[in-house]
């Protein structure tokens, strides 16, 4: 059992937490436009085409190389590096409205993205120059 003083301290925080409750857990405007975009693209490029791809087994290039125009493609990369610079929330956003319109898909959209972390935490200036703003390009 907690102590009386530990039990003040516990009321005091969470007071003092209740007065100031400035975080907020919306997106901003920038993510819903990136949510936005990535859905939309979903909802009409994806959808009507993704039978089609599970059908024949063929790499969607067609999504991969529009996705990628839409700046879609390894959105974490930083901009330093020729990529977008965006959070890790974003690409969240990202990748939860691709696989709405199809997991497989997403996966050739995104898969790339699988070689940035090696690069960015263990590659030198040199290389993080000339393969980060690379990945993924058409």
């Known amino acids: 059992m907690l102590s009386r003083s530990a039990l003040r301290l516990a009321t005091v925080s969470r007071s003092s937490l209740a007065s100031n409750r400035s975080m907020s857990f919306d997106l901003t405007d920038t993510q819903k436009e990136i949510q936005a975009t990535a859905l939309k693209f979903a909802k009409e490029e994806m959808i009507p085409q993704a039978s089609k791809y599970d059908e024949s087994g ?8 529009k996705a990628h125009s839409l700046g879609l493609m390894n959105p974490q990369i930083p901009e330093k590096y020729g990529g977008p610079g965006m959070s890790t929330l974003d690409t969240t956003l990202i990748v939860e409205a691709l696989a709405y319109g199809c997991t497989g898909i ?29 990945i993924g390009v058409f």
């Open 58 to 65: 063929e790499f969607p290039w067609d999504l991969v190389r």
């Open 106 to 134: 997403q996966l050739a959209i995104m898969g790339p993205s699988l070689a940035v972390a090696p690069v960015y935490i263990a590659g030198n200036e040199e290389q993080k120059k000339k393969y980060l703003g690379n």
